[in-house]
């Protein structure tokens, strides 16, 4: 199994999460994306974070894919940074080949996270291209750090075969929606399920 890891808050889930998800399953070849619903963001304030349940359901009501599966593993496992939840699931899934996928808004700051190095050394890291962050994380510190290991995105399909560390950094259709933006237009889940969500999945189904 090919499974691609694409953890955050989902405060709220938009349609840019299941872009950057599609995109991964296609150029990477996974057999599944996993959302990892994180019960908080260690370098974020989570007083004001909605409920695990509640983000959940707005999550699994959007992605509705057969290859996208929503899971609340980092609650269940009781892991609060990446490192560990990634390492927990290497050590106990070892037949699986895990890719971590993040937006590059994420790479800018990776370095902040704790035992980044570490991170990139578990599981290798494809990197979704997002509006104003391209230049941004290019150059950021990961990126060095990660450079001579670095695949051309026409080999997308070869990096959970390489192993880590291993990186790529996908070009595509871009989506220039945020939860930070949706939250501060009052869209967020701690007002109720996004009606906008609820229209984009109607459209979808119809």
């Not at 190095?117 to 962050?133: E, F, G, K």
């Not at 989506?175 to 237009?185: D, M, N």
């Amino acid at each position: 199994m090919r499974i691609g890891l694409f953890g955050g808050t989902f405060n709220p889930p938009h349609e840019g999460h299941r872009l950057a998800s599609l995109i991964a399953l296609q150029r990477l070849k996974l057999d599944a994306v996993w959302w990892l619903v994180t019960p908080g963001n260690p370098l974020k304030e989570n007083s004001g974070l909605p409920p695990l349940d509640m983000r959940l359901k707005a999550a699994a009501d959007l992605a509705r894919h057969p290859r996208i599966v929503v899971t609340d593993v980092e609650a269940r496992i009781g892991t609060r940074y990446t490192f560990d939840t990634i390492d927990y699931l290497v050590k106990r899934c070892p037949g699986t080949k895990f890719v971590w996928i993040m937006g590059a808004d994420n790479l800018a700051s990776f370095h902040r996270w704790q035992r980044w190095r570490d991170i990139a050394n578990l599981a290798p890291i494809a990197v979704i291209d997002r509006p104003a962050s391209t230049l941004k994380a290019a150059h950021s510190r990961a990126a060095h750090y990660l450079a001579r290991r670095r695949l051309d995105e026409a080999d997308g399909a070869l990096l959970a075969d390489a192993g880590a560390p291993g990186f790529v950094f996908l070009h595509g259709p871009r989506s220039a929606l945020s939860s930070t933006e949706l939250r501060s237009k009052g869209k967020g889940l701690s007002k109720g399920l996004d009606k906008s969500l609820a229209s984009r999945s109607a459209a979808r189904d119809q």
